[in-house]
């Protein structure tokens, strides 16, 4: 059974950081491209970052852009993402998805639960 768990996130202040965990099972995420994605209450979903499966090459949104980092670690079969200098309006449900931006967008079939993020003072 395929899962995705992500968990890392909280309240943090403008301009701090926090790092996101996605833990999957029931398939290897070395293998396929991997999608953070982001929904605000009231907003469509929009993708943060992705990681590419055969050449680890990373795309962000310009939103994010020199402030969030994707990375993957293999041998614990987990997906990351480092947020740095976070604003108000990061504040979101991030949720990792299996696929490149255009599949996961399309469906939250191989979505996780989500994790909150609220940035605020």
């Known amino acids: 059974e395929v899962q995705l768990v992500e968990s890392g996130g909280g309240l943090v202040q403008p301009g701090g950081s926090l790092k996101l965990a996605c833990a999957a099972s029931?398939?290897?995420?070395?293998?396929?491209?991997m999608t953070w994605v982001r929904q605000a209450p009231g907003k469509a979903p929009e993708w943060v970052a992705v990681?590419?499966?055969?050449?680890?090459?990373?795309v962000y949104a310009d939103s994010v852009k020199g402030r969030f980092t994707i990375s993957r670690d293999n041998a614990k079969n987990t997906v990351y993402l480092q947020m740095s200098s976070l604003k108000p309006e990061d504040t979101a449900v991030y949720y990792c998805?299996?696929?490149?931006?255009?599949?996961?967008?399309?469906?939250?079939?191989?979505w996780g639960q989500g994790t909150q993020v609220t940035v605020s003072s």
């Open positions: 029931g398939f290897t995420v070395e293998d396929v491209d």
């Open positions: 998805a299996i696929g490149d931006p255009a599949e996961t967008l399309g469906s939250r079939d191989y």
């Open positions: 990681i590419d499966s055969n050449s680890d090459q990373t």
